[in-house]
């Protein structure tokens, strides 16, 4: 079989693979880099379940020593006749402090580890998408380069521009690549901005809702409830900041651009204290702490929502750059097709051989 049939018999299926290797030809830089950021979701999970299994042993020792001490009759009575109830009332209110607040950390660490669950089976999804990408990618290049093979059996010296031009086409191809892996890195990044936000925004709303609480609370209006919904809100506005701050985390590993945000460092009230000095004083002092608790996270909010302006700009910056990539790479595919269609054309009907003319004779 001439070239020239080979290359008309081929010529319908190299365009039909051609077509399906540009939805799946950058997934394997994709799939790199999906894997490095699924990493990251499976250590930062490890490492909470970890913490979370230490925070429960400890509050379940709290727990105990609380419970030993609030429970406790005799143990009551026996520091009463002893003259020393004001020892006992001391470490009473000592190991309820070291409950409640080995409780707020378990919990924290809680909702941060079902926040990295969430993450993990949504980036597994991902992987598997990405993973039958590649196996297309993988069947659709061996068929391509069996009907190159075909086409292209034995040494090429002699056509050197499809040389050339190969050459410019995996070159077109390569930085594709790498321009499609760095945008994914970005818009990875840009999605974890994205739910800071939402976690930070959260975190301002508990925390101004504890804020009106406080303010009730100063002018009389508090109670147990009052100071039950304080408590909660502070917690949730905890949770919800660690939440933004390792979301921002993440979204620096992927882009080095992305910095960290200013320092957001929640009012931590003396509950037990507040029972026992329950003054305007106090209550006027924490309020002061919980409106610098808002200022700070309402700088820091106003930060993250700098960056990600700045990153969706270089997300759509390095959008364009990739699509001229990959106009670039599309391009350099079709010189090479076309070269190397005419080059065949050429091999499989070349041109007749030269020859003289014979001379006409002039007669006289």
Known sequence: MSIYTTIATSKERHGEIQTALAAVESSPETLQSHKSYLSDLRRALAETNQQLEQLRQITQVERALHEKYRDSTVRRLLYRATGKRGDFE?????EMRDYYAALAKENRAQAQREMLEAQVVDAVTKEHELEAACAARGRLHEELDAIYRTIFEGRTEDFPEEDAQEEV????????????????DVRQAAQCLARAQLTIREAMFHLVESLRQSERD?????????????????SRAQQKVSQTQMLVAQATRLDSNVQPLPAMSLVQRDWIGGMLCDTFLFHLNFLDLMQQSVLEVNRAEEALAAQVRRIQSRETDMQAQVEEARVTFETAQQDLRQIRYEVFMKAADPPPP????PSVGIST
């Open 169 to 184: 086409t995996r070159l077109a191809r390569r930085e594709y690549g790498q321009r499609r892996q760095r945008w994914s």
């Open 218 to 234: 100063l002018w009389g209006f508090g109670g147990t409830l009052i100071d039950w919904r304080q408590k909660n809100c502070l």
């Open 354 to 357: 030269y020859t003289d003319q």
């Open 90 to 94: 001391a470490k009473a209110d000592q």
